[in-house]
């Protein structure tokens, strides 16, 4: 039997999470109800690859998806999309602050390693 899970998540930028989706092949669905296994969920709706169904940032900063076990979305790419996130964040943090994104480069183990400077 499926269900939704809810996770606490600090996603607070829609255009970072957007970059950091696609970053990793995702496709971003923007803001609205979104359908998943199990009934709707409204909030801001990405899906990464993999997943059958979207993820969804609700307005708590919960996050809703329906992985089955893992049959149908892979839980550890919530771990690269925090990763990705956090990246991304940071980078835009710095841009605020004068520098600006000199490159990225991603490591073998998937990893995303950004360049910063002045």
Known sequence: MSHVVT???????EAV????VKELGGEVLGAGVHKLFSGSVEGFGFRLPGWRYPLVLQVSGKLAYDDYGGHWGNVK????LKQA?????????????????LGQSKKQDGTVVYRVGR
């Open 17 to 20: 999470l957007s970059d950091a």
């Open 7 to 13: 996770i606490e998540v600090a996603y607070k930028d």
């Open 85 to 101: 996130y956090a990246g991304r964040l940071a980078v835009k943090a710095a841009v605020k602050q004068g520098w600006r994104l």
């Open 77 to 80: 790419d919530l771990d690269r």
